[in-house]
């Protein structure tokens, strides 16, 4: 009769450490959203119906929101209108960071989700910078990710004809030691040539952390960018 009911507090007990998680600390993904659709009208993005991120215009971004692993219901609801712009699912798996950005115009939109790489902390560290295409009006572009001042002539693109909602994938940059992190500039150019739609300036990349560059329209044409900082 005691084993009985040694085995049976012992039930109860696991029971109850499964239903919390096993313990465990690392059963959350994170998750970050980018507004890149030109023409949507304000929102609010939505996980499980918990209202993560309210008022998000053009070019907008969420911080990293940790949700638990498995299938999330992610969407994007302007803020005066119960229909959704986007109604997705998103697979979350453990310690992991991903950016879901929505691209293209309210007509034609299209969701693209990214895995975002933790950045190196070697003594002499090598961060990468990746560049995505969100821009609905500038076209297929080469891309180029150089030091700044460095003629456009002796370089090599790092992509060639980037469209709408592509992205070059991480490319390496290897800062200095001691803390010196360096700079480096992104152009976007007529595929073939070295005419520019966009030239960065130079932008600092940081000594912790891997940087995404999004391409987008600029409100009063012409074209911009915003420089997020990845985990």
């Known amino acids: ?111 693209v989700l990214l895995t975002d790489a933790a950045a190196s902390t070697a003594t002499t560290p090598v961060k990468n910078v990746r560049v995505i295409n969100i821009s609905t009006q500038m076209g297929p572009a080469d891309v180029y990710i150089v030091a700044p001042g460095v003629n456009l002539a002796s370089a090599t693109p790092v992509a060639t004809n980037l469209s709408l909602g592509q992205n070059t994938d991480y490319q390496p940059i290897t800062t200095g030691s001691g803390g010196n992190a360096g700079n480096f500039e992104v152009f976007m150019t007529v595929p073939g040539t070295r005419n520019a739609f966009l030239a960065t300036g130079p932008l600092a990349i940081t000594t912790t952390k891997n940087q995404t560059v999004v391409v987008e329209d600029a409100a009063g044409g012409g074209f911009s960018f915003t420089t997020l900082q990845d985990h």
């Open 1 to 111: 009769m005691r084993r009985g009911v040694l085995l049976f507090a012992l039930f109860l007990l696991l029971t109850f450490w499964l239903a919390c998680g096993g313990g465990s600390s690392s059963d959350t993904g994170n998750l970050r959203f980018v507004q890149g659709s030109p023409d949507a009208p304000t929102s609010d993005f939505v996980v499980d119906g918990q209202t993560e991120q309210t008022n998000m215009l053009y070019g907008n971004a969420s911080a990293y929101i940790s949700l638990k692993t498995g299938s999330r219901h992610a969407q994007v609801i302007p803020v005066n209108s119960p229909t959704s712009l986007l109604d997705d699912t998103v697979s979350m798996d453990s310690a992991v960071y991903q950016t879901l950005i929505l691209t293209g115009p309210v007509a034609q939109l299209k969701p």
